[in-house]
């Protein structure tokens, strides 16, 4: 399964926050899909967009609940320095 996930360059996240979000939902999604593969993407882009390619429409809607709940649990495991 490939995640692509693009963040709207107009509202830029603080430094190292791209990555400390990547390795967050890296761990959220292997817990949910421990027997899958998966590689994600985390880019800047005009808006911000959620893929899932090679899923069906139930693991799509699993996926966008995850980053949902990581996006709004940033205080719990974002710590900018």
């Known amino acids: 399964m490939r ?10 996240l603080p430094i190292g926050a791209m990555e400390a979000l990547s ?6 999604i292997k817990a ?7 590689s994600i993407s985390l880019r800047y882009a005009s808006s911000n967009n959620l893929t899932v390619m090679g899923a069906d429409k139930q693991t799509r809607d699993k996926i966008n609940e995850i980053l ?5 649990s940033a205080d ?6």
Do not use: G, Y
């Open 23 to 28: 390795a967050e939902l890296s761990r959220r």
């Open 76 to 81: 719990d495991w974002f710590f900018a320095d």
């Open 68 to 72: 949902q709940e990581t996006w709004e």
């Open 32 to 38: 949910s899909f421990p027997d899958s593969t998966n």
């Open 3 to 12: 995640i692509e996930i693009t963040v709207a360059k107009i509202s830029p």
